[in-house]
């Protein structure tokens, strides 16, 4: 059975409002999604040290920063049984755009619908958010990636040359029509 959790506030502007947590299951396993916390900022860090074979494209500042945040966002994680995260996902809000910021998921959960699920958390948010569209960035090599959000309804807007610091890999510019 999963721990209870406190509520997380989930900053939605000038009104601030609860992400409601909820129980989930994929790959016939329960997991528990809710908003992140600063406490949780060093497992997202371990999960990007995974998925990054040992690179941290987002320091701790980072992740504290957007967490703590007033422009309005939405921060989930999922978490199993032993509060362990498995995936998380970031949006901000700016003017009419959500802009997925961060988004990542363990490597041997991937492909299991983990990724579209948390994806369609946060355009529930920027839809009652009002936005009209929602964007992110994705390195031009993680073709997984792309297809997820092709399949999504995500299309190519433009190439961003020597986007990722780390590597200076060049990132594909992706965005979704929400009207």
């Known amino acids: 059975m999963l721990k209870k959790f406190k509520r997380f506030i989930i900053n939605f502007g000038s009104a601030k409002k609860e992400f409601p947590q909820k129980q989930v299951n994929f790959l016939n396993q329960e997991f528990l999604v809710r908003g992140l916390a600063v406490e949780d900022v060093k497992q997202l860090l371990d999960l990007e040290r995974e998925i990054y074979h040992g690179e941290l494209p987002w320091k701790k500042s980072a992740f504290t920063s957007e967490i703590r945040s007033r422009i309005p966002h939405l921060y989930l994680g999922l978490f199993d049984k032993n509060d362990l995260v498995i995936a998380f996902i970031g949006c901000r809000v ?74 200076n890999e060049d990132a594909l510019a992706m965005i979704k029509y929400l009207q």
């Open 94 to 167: 700016i003017g009419s755009d959500a802009h997925i910021t961060n988004f990542a998921v363990k490597p041997k959960f991937q492909k299991a619908g983990i990724g579209t699920f948390l994806m369609i958390e946060v355009e529930k948010f920027a839809v009652e958010y009002r936005c009209e569209t929602m964007s992110l960035e994705v390195r031009m090599g993680n073709k997984d990636a792309q297809r997820l959000y092709r399949k999504l309804g995500f299309v190519s807007q433009r190439i961003r040359k020597k986007y990722y610091n780390e590597t």
